[in-house]
Structure formats: structure tokens, C-alpha cells
């Protein structure tokens, strides 16, 4: 664990915090402010946990993205998850934040206290084991997230293939973070002057993936890891570009992120999946934002398997999750936040996950 | 006599005697439980009496660091323990689940048996019921536990005043995680252990201390920060910890990083809290150093102003909250 505790020395963060004071100030000479946008959800709560937010200089202000891959799955997929899981040969494999997450009528924990066999997992591979548990059942994986997730998710993929296992498919909603990235930069009811970009999407799809996003756009996007002194580090990077007005891709986490990113891991993607048109919850259609299985592997998606339909998602009109995840405001500003919308009962999709803008906001700085 | 836990043994015929025989009476079966009476003919204290009751799943049964039998006794003792009480004796209710080995069985009431003689209390009455395979995990158990009123405490958390010290007796999380990496089968080297253990001789150091103590606590479920949300709600203090100070062990801070989990909100078996009154903190933390069971103890923190909330100074300078958690503890996604 030193490894960890030297990202977490206090003597490392005081000195970048009193370095992104000085910057902060240069910025504000020169009559601008830094509106830094960071996309990824483990970047919210690490911001959260170590409560960064809080101690940078007034004209430094942090949004948080629509980086939490649970948020953004929109409700008739989780329609569907509900819909398998009530038929008593599925079993739901799933990572743990997606239990909570309100469909249009009920969660899948909620389900699960009805009867409806649910697993919580703490890898895909976790499904290999399910299968055999119970060969009589099909185990129905949902298959959500970045490019992070989608990594492993397709090593199970892979493995299933191979051994030919016939009681395991995938239910899908994986996106990408590049087209979400150009779709924020492009809103013109937005302004953000630099992202913080994620650490795992990065290992997976390499520090020149942002290069022609940050030519096209001319905004600095920085790599920084999920540590309090990294991310202070990350910020620090950030800010020297804005004052020198220079705009540049920044892999500070060089120790994993490769200029190309993971070889293995995108040879998986280009096997099995193809690019569409994805839904966000709260955000609605981004082209090019997702990817699904390829039509000559359909055969493991659980839609074509199971027959079922995913369908178009219903949502709270007093719900601000879209503008939350897009940043225009903070959390704290939807009418609904730690009040009819809260972990317990949580309304909009941003309060369910532990990475979610609203969860983050509500477990550290209410 | 077979190797499984069979309806029969509850049924409350020969076999029935038979497992009360061989495997309780063997063990507990001198002072109040001889001859087994319907109910125990205990000597009057004198004083008044602390009396407290909790109730045992854990799933598996053996963990690192201990097994349910620890557990049950030390559960109920440090509840009585940090209510002020000088445990005495304890109930001891199990269920068990047809088809549990006897072999688990034996191991856990052995545990019981040696628990509760190094923490000095008697088992002094029990029930035993055997309910049908699917009704049960494995076994559950249930102690009740009755101590003597320790004089001279005044424990009350509206005493607490801004300013006052919150001590914690060693590291935390440790139960929580190493029963969850134990069910996952997460398997790291050094992983965590277990902290199961008694914080009697913690709170008889604290008894030195008397008015100085403002109020104890153990933190089980929830962990340390539903226990100080729990103490400030309602009164007008609040509390602000500092992360440095807040001790953990290797193996729980591992799992925890790879889980998300924060070890604030997770359970503690062997541990407690202590508030006092600062000019008596170091005090009682270098008498606790002493004995092996606070040989981990620190001062976390301090009761603030800030009226019902908890708060936490982090590495990079800034202060956060400290929520209880939901309820279930999930892992991330990623």
C-alpha cells in the first residue's frame, strides 16, 4: 500500500494546492476563469472523498460529467434487466450500483425481494462461475459501461466463445466516452474551458484518442489518476494551459496510460462490436456514442435471445439529472436534490450510483 | 451419534438429549446451567444491572480472525461493556439448520466456551431449536448479557461539549471487510482480519477516568460513521475527524480501495469509541496502549459546534462530510 500513500501525502497536496493558487491567480489577472469539467464518475467521488472541490480558488470551478456509466443507462434498459429477472430461469448477473437503479416502475432489488434471483458480482467473470452453479438457469449478464468495463466484459465474451458455454449472454448498453466528449464541447449552452479526463477509459483506449477531439475543439484535456495528489496534479496541468493559452492533450498518468492505449483490450472491441447511435439517460441520443454486439454474434445478446424489446425511457419532468450529467448545474440547484430525491429513494439516475454526480454531492458535501 | 445436525436433535427426544448431554453440558454445564434448569438462580448484585440482548448471522461462519462464537459473546459483552456494565453473564440461544456439521458445531461452542472464560463471564442459561434445511444459514445464535452498573460513570451524550476528544481503540473496518472478502472469496495475501474481541478491559481503564468519559460506543454495524452521526444528532455538537489520524490496517485498506468501500461505514467487532474531555485524552490513550486490545488506539478527533454533523479533514486540506451508509455496501462498478 505505499504505493498508494505517496498519492496521498499531505505535504505533495499542499504544495500543488498552494502552485494552482498562484495559477488561479494568474488566470484572474488576466480576467478569466477556469470552468473544468471532470467526466469520469470516479473522479466525482474521489473529488468528493478527498473534498478537492471545497479548497480551490473561487475563479477554479469543477463540473461534474456524465462519467458514471449506471447514470446513463437509461430506464428501458433497466425495464428490460426487471423484465428477465422475473422469469424463473434468468438469473441476473450484475455489478452491484445497478440494483438501485429506478426503472420506469420499480429496481431491480426490489424485484429481487419479490423472488427474482439476483447476483451481484464483482467481475464478469463471476458469470462463469453462476453458469455452473446453475446449469439449469440462463445467466443473463448486463453488460454496461465504458470502455473500462467493456474490456473485461469482452474477455467473459471471449471465454464464452471459446468454451462454447450456452447459459450465459449479455444484455448491453455500452458507451463511449469520446463522442460524449465532443457532444458536451459542441452544446453552445455550455462552457467549459478544459477537461479532467478519466484514468481507466484512458489505459483501455490510449492518450492520443483525445487528440483530434482537442485539435477540433482547441480545449486542454488532462489524464490524471483517481489519487487526491494526482488529481491536484492534474488540475495544476490544467491550469498552466489555460493561462498560457495553449491547449494540448496531458497524460498524467503515464505510468498506465499508453500513447495508444491497451492493444488486447481494442482488439476485443473491433472483434465483437460495432458503433450506434446510443441513449443517455438525461441527455438523450449522441451519434456514435455506443457500442453493441456485432449481427454475427447476436447470438449472445439476451434481447435476441429472450426476445425482449428495449423500449424508449420515461422519465420525471421535475428530474434535472440531464442538465446535472451535461454540468449546467450543480446538483445542489434540482428542486428535487436531498429532498424528494435521495439514496434511499432515489429519483433521477445521477442519485443511484455511488459515482453519481447527485450520490457524490449527497454523501460529501450536503 | 451422526455427523449432521438432524430435525431429531430438536425434537426433544433421545437424541435431542443427547446433543444437550455431549455437547452443552460437556462445556457449560457447571455453576448455574447444572442440572439444567428452566431458568438460572443468579446472586443479587447490589447494584443496578446493565442487561442487553443481540442477535447472530453471519454468513460464512468462519471468517479470518474468528467464527460466530466469537461473536455472540463478544457482541453482547461489549454492548453491556460500553453501557458502563461489568459483564457477568451471558444466555446463549441457538438455532440451528438440519444438515449444519457437527464438526462446525463443536468448533463454534468450543469458541463460545473459551471466549467467554478469558472475558470472565459465566453461560449461565440457553435454548436450543433445530429448524428444517433453507430455514436457516447454517446456525444463528442468540446472548443475552447482564453486567453490574460500573459507579461513578456518567455517560450521556448531550455531557459531550466542543472541545472533547474522540478515541478510538484500534483499527477500523476490519470485521466488515474480512467477512465480506470471506464471503467473496477474495483472496489477497495479509488480507483482513477480523478485529472480533472483547473492549472490557478498555472501558474498566476508561472507569479510572469517570467523569472525564462522556460516552462510549461500539461501532458494529454501519461502522464508525453511524455511530458518531447516531451520537450527534439531536445534540449540539457535532464531530470533525482527521483521516491521518484514523487508523487502518494493510489488509482492509486494500480491499476496501479495490471494493470502494469506505472503511468508515463498515463494522468493527473488537472496537470502540470513547469520547472525553480532551485535558484527560492522552491519559487514558497511553494507559489503552498498554493492553493488547488498545495497543492500536488514536485520537481521531474532537466534538465540534457544528450541530448534528460529522465531518472529516482529508489529506489535501479540505473537509468533507461523513454520511452514514445506505445500507447494503455495494461495490463500484469501476
Given at each position: 500500500m505505499k504505493y498508494i500513500e505517496d498519492y496521498r501525502n499531505p505535504e505533495a497536496a499542499a504544495y500543488i494546492r498552494k502552485q494552482i493558487e498562484v495559477l488561479a491567480g494568474e488566470l484572474d489577472g488576466q480576467g478569466k476563469t477556469a470552468n473544468i469539467m471532470e467526466v469520469c464518475g470516479s473522479h466525482t467521488m474521489a473529488i468528493g472523498r478527498f473534498a478537492i472541490r471545497e479548497l480551490l480558488p473561487k475563479n477554479v470551478k469543477l463540473i461534474s460529467g456524465p462519467g458514471c456509466p449506471v447514470c446513463v443507462t437509461d430506464s428501458g434498459y433497466i425495464d428490460a434487466a426487471i423484465e428477465l429477472a422475473e422469469r424463473n430461469d434468468i438469473i441476473i448477473a450484475t455489478f452491484g450500483d445497478m440494483i438501485n437503479v429506478p426503472g420506469s416502475s420499480t429496481t431491480l432489488v426490489k424485484s429481487r425481494s419479490k423472488g427474482a434471483h439476483v447476483e451481484v458480482c464483482y467481475s464478469p467473470m463471476n458469470a462463469l462461475e453462476l453458469s455452473k452453479k446453475y446449469p439449469d438457469k440462463q445467466i443473463v449478464f448486463l453488460a454496461i459501461g465504458f470502455e473500462t468495463t467493456i474490456a473485461p466484459i469482452l474477455g467473459l465474451l471471449s471465454i464464452i466463445e471459446k468454451q462454447n458455454i450456452q447459459n450465459i449472454s449479455l444484455l448491453t448498453a455500452f458507451k463511449l466516452v469520446p463522442p460524449a466528449l465532443e457532444a458536451l464541447a459542441s452544446d453552445p449552452e455550455l462552457n467549459i474551458d478544459a477537461f479532467l479526463c478519466p484514468a481507466h477509459v484512458s489505459v483501455i483506449i490510449g492518450a492520443d484518442a483525445y487528440i483530434p477531439f482537442v485539435e477540433k475543439y482547441k480545449i486542454p484535456c488532462v489524464i490524471a489518476s483517481f489519487e487526491p495528489v494526482e488529481i491536484l496534479f492534474g488540475l495544476m496541468g490544467i491550469l498552466k494551459q489555460l493561462v498560457n493559452g495553449t491547449s494540448k492533450v496531458e497524460n498524467q498518468y503515464k505510468r498506465f496510460v499508453?500513447?495508444?492505449?491497451?492493444p488486447k483490450a481494442l482488439e476485443l472491441i473491433s472483434k465483437y462490436l460495432e458503433v450506434y447511435d446510443a441513449s443517455w439517460r438525461g441527455i438523450g441520443c449522441i451519434p456514435s456514442s455506443g457500442v453493441k454486439l456485432k449481427d454475427n454474434y447476436s447470438k449472445f445478446d439476451a434481447t435476441e435471445r429472450f426476445n425482449i424489446e428495449l423500449k424508449p425511457e420515461k422519465q420525471n419532468s421535475a428530474c434535472r439529472c440531464g442538465d446535472v450529467l451535461k454540468g449546467k448545474i450543480l446538483p445542489s440547484d434540482c428542486p428535487l436534490f436531498a429532498k424528494a430525491c435521495n439514496p434511499l429513494n432515489p429519483i433521477g439516475p445521477c442519485m443511484v450510483s455511488s459515482e453519481g454526480s447527485c450520490a457524490a454531492y449527497y454523501k460529501y458535501s450536503r | 451419534m451422526t455427523n449432521t445436525i438432524q430435525i431429531a436433535h430438536g425434537g426433544g427426544g433421545r437424541l435431542s438429549s443427547q446433543l444437550i448431554d455431549e455437547e452443552i453440558v460437556s462445556r457449560f454445564?457447571?455453576?448455574?446451567?447444572k442440572n439444567l434448569p428452566d431458568a438460572a438462580l443468579l446472586p443479587n448484585p447490589n447494584s443496578k444491572i446493565v442487561f442487553s440482548t443481540d442477535s447472530f448471522v453471519v454468513h460464512p461462519l468462519m471468517f479470518p480472525g474468528g467464527n460466530i462464537g466469537n461473536l455472540a459473546v463478544h457482541g453482547t459483552i461489549n454492548d453491556v461493556s460500553v453501557s458502563g456494565g461489568r459483564p457477568l453473564w451471558l444466555s446463549l440461544g441457538l438455532i440451528l439448520e438440519e444438515g449444519l456439521s457437527l464438526d462446525i458445531l463443536r468448533t463454534v461452542l468450543d469458541t463460545i466456551k473459551k471466549t467467554a472464560e478469558e472475558c470472565n463471564v459465566k453461560i449461565v442459561t440457553g435454548d436450543t431449536k433445530v429448524v428444517s434445511r433453507g430455514q436457516c444459514d447454517g446456525m444463528y445464535i442468540n446472548t443475552a448479557g447482564i453486567g453490574v452498573a460500573l459507579e461513578n460513570f456518567n455517560l450521556d451524550k448531550n455531557s459531550i461539549l466542543p472541545g472533547d476528544s474522540v478515541l478510538v481503540s484500534g483499527t477500523i473496518g476490519d470485521h466488515g471487510m474480512a467477512v465480506l472478502a470471506a464471503r467473496e472469496g477474495i483472496n489477497i495475501e495479509n488480507g483482513p482480519v477480523s478485529d472480533t474481541a472483547s473492549v472490557h478491559k478498555l472501558v474498566e481503564i476508561a472507569h479510572e477516568f469517570g467523569q472525564s468519559v462522556r460516552f462510549m460506543r461500539d461501532p458494529t454495524r454501519g461502522g464508525v460513521a453511524a455511530v458518531l452521526n447516531e451520537i450527534a444528532s439531536g445534540t449540539n455538537i457535532g464531530f470533525k475527524l482527521e483521516s491521518s489520524s484514523i487508523p487502518l490496517s494493510k489488509g482492509t485498506d486494500s480491499i476496501s480501495e479495490i471494493l470502494g468501500i469506505d472503511p468508515l461505514n463498515v463494522a468493527c467487532e473488537g472496537r470502540m469509541l470513547l469520547i472525553c474531555d480532551s485535558s484527560a485524552a492522552d491519559k487514558m490513550l497511553e494507559k489503552w496502549n498498554q493492553i493488547p486490545e488498545g495497543s492500536g488506539a488514536t485520537i481521531i478527533g474532537k466534538a465540534t459546534t457544528v450541530a448534528g454533523r460529522v465531518e472529516l479533514l482529508t489529506v489535501t486540506g479540505g473537509t468533507r462530510l461523513i454520511d452514514v451508509s445506505q445500507g447494503e455496501l455495494l461495490p463500484r462498478i469501476c
Amino acid at each position: 500500500m505505499k504505493y498508494i500513500e505517496d498519492y496521498r501525502n499531505p505535504e505533495a497536496a499542499a504544495y500543488i494546492r498552494k502552485q494552482i493558487e498562484v495559477l488561479a491567480g494568474e488566470l484572474d489577472g488576466q480576467g478569466k476563469t477556469a470552468n473544468i469539467m471532470e467526466v469520469c464518475g470516479s473522479h466525482t467521488m474521489a473529488i468528493g472523498r478527498f473534498a478537492i472541490r471545497e479548497l480551490l480558488p473561487k475563479n477554479v470551478k469543477l463540473i461534474s460529467g456524465p462519467g458514471c456509466p449506471v447514470c446513463v443507462t437509461d430506464s428501458g434498459y433497466i425495464d428490460a434487466a426487471i423484465e428477465l429477472a422475473e422469469r424463473n430461469d434468468i438469473i441476473i448477473a450484475t455489478f452491484g450500483d445497478m440494483i438501485n437503479v429506478p426503472g420506469s416502475s420499480t429496481t431491480l432489488v426490489k424485484s429481487r425481494s419479490k423472488g427474482a434471483h439476483v447476483e451481484v458480482c464483482y467481475s464478469p467473470m463471476n458469470a462463469l462461475e453462476l453458469s455452473k452453479k446453475y446449469p439449469d438457469k440462463q445467466i443473463v449478464f448486463l453488460a454496461i459501461g465504458f470502455e473500462t468495463t467493456i474490456a473485461p466484459i469482452l474477455g467473459l465474451l471471449s471465454i464464452i466463445e471459446k468454451q462454447n458455454i450456452q447459459n450465459i449472454s449479455l444484455l448491453t448498453a455500452f458507451k463511449l466516452v469520446p463522442p460524449a466528449l465532443e457532444a458536451l464541447a459542441s452544446d453552445p449552452e455550455l462552457n467549459i474551458d478544459a477537461f479532467l479526463c478519466p484514468a481507466h477509459v484512458s489505459v483501455i483506449i490510449g492518450a492520443d484518442a483525445y487528440i483530434p477531439f482537442v485539435e477540433k475543439y482547441k480545449i486542454p484535456c488532462v489524464i490524471a489518476s483517481f489519487e487526491p495528489v494526482e488529481i491536484l496534479f492534474g488540475l495544476m496541468g490544467i491550469l498552466k494551459q489555460l493561462v498560457n493559452g495553449t491547449s494540448k492533450v496531458e497524460n498524467q498518468y503515464k505510468r498506465f496510460v499508453r500513447p495508444s492505449g491497451s492493444p488486447k483490450a481494442l482488439e476485443l472491441i473491433s472483434k465483437y462490436l460495432e458503433v450506434y447511435d446510443a441513449s443517455w439517460r438525461g441527455i438523450g441520443c449522441i451519434p456514435s456514442s455506443g457500442v453493441k454486439l456485432k449481427d454475427n454474434y447476436s447470438k449472445f445478446d439476451a434481447t435476441e435471445r429472450f426476445n425482449i424489446e428495449l423500449k424508449p425511457e420515461k422519465q420525471n419532468s421535475a428530474c434535472r439529472c440531464g442538465d446535472v450529467l451535461k454540468g449546467k448545474i450543480l446538483p445542489s440547484d434540482c428542486p428535487l436534490f436531498a429532498k424528494a430525491c435521495n439514496p434511499l429513494n432515489p429519483i433521477g439516475p445521477c442519485m443511484v450510483s455511488s459515482e453519481g454526480s447527485c450520490a457524490a454531492y449527497y454523501k460529501y458535501s450536503r | 451419534m451422526t455427523n449432521t445436525i438432524q430435525i431429531a436433535h430438536g425434537g426433544g427426544g433421545r437424541l435431542s438429549s443427547q446433543l444437550i448431554d455431549e455437547e452443552i453440558v460437556s462445556r457449560f454445564g457447571e455453576g448455574p446451567l447444572k442440572n439444567l434448569p428452566d431458568a438460572a438462580l443468579l446472586p443479587n448484585p447490589n447494584s443496578k444491572i446493565v442487561f442487553s440482548t443481540d442477535s447472530f448471522v453471519v454468513h460464512p461462519l468462519m471468517f479470518p480472525g474468528g467464527n460466530i462464537g466469537n461473536l455472540a459473546v463478544h457482541g453482547t459483552i461489549n454492548d453491556v461493556s460500553v453501557s458502563g456494565g461489568r459483564p457477568l453473564w451471558l444466555s446463549l440461544g441457538l438455532i440451528l439448520e438440519e444438515g449444519l456439521s457437527l464438526d462446525i458445531l463443536r468448533t463454534v461452542l468450543d469458541t463460545i466456551k473459551k471466549t467467554a472464560e478469558e472475558c470472565n463471564v459465566k453461560i449461565v442459561t440457553g435454548d436450543t431449536k433445530v429448524v428444517s434445511r433453507g430455514q436457516c444459514d447454517g446456525m444463528y445464535i442468540n446472548t443475552a448479557g447482564i453486567g453490574v452498573a460500573l459507579e461513578n460513570f456518567n455517560l450521556d451524550k448531550n455531557s459531550i461539549l466542543p472541545g472533547d476528544s474522540v478515541l478510538v481503540s484500534g483499527t477500523i473496518g476490519d470485521h466488515g471487510m474480512a467477512v465480506l472478502a470471506a464471503r467473496e472469496g477474495i483472496n489477497i495475501e495479509n488480507g483482513p482480519v477480523s478485529d472480533t474481541a472483547s473492549v472490557h478491559k478498555l472501558v474498566e481503564i476508561a472507569h479510572e477516568f469517570g467523569q472525564s468519559v462522556r460516552f462510549m460506543r461500539d461501532p458494529t454495524r454501519g461502522g464508525v460513521a453511524a455511530v458518531l452521526n447516531e451520537i450527534a444528532s439531536g445534540t449540539n455538537i457535532g464531530f470533525k475527524l482527521e483521516s491521518s489520524s484514523i487508523p487502518l490496517s494493510k489488509g482492509t485498506d486494500s480491499i476496501s480501495e479495490i471494493l470502494g468501500i469506505d472503511p468508515l461505514n463498515v463494522a468493527c467487532e473488537g472496537r470502540m469509541l470513547l469520547i472525553c474531555d480532551s485535558s484527560a485524552a492522552d491519559k487514558m490513550l497511553e494507559k489503552w496502549n498498554q493492553i493488547p486490545e488498545g495497543s492500536g488506539a488514536t485520537i481521531i478527533g474532537k466534538a465540534t459546534t457544528v450541530a448534528g454533523r460529522v465531518e472529516l479533514l482529508t489529506v489535501t486540506g479540505g473537509t468533507r462530510l461523513i454520511d452514514v451508509s445506505q445500507g447494503e455496501l455495494l461495490p463500484r462498478i469501476c
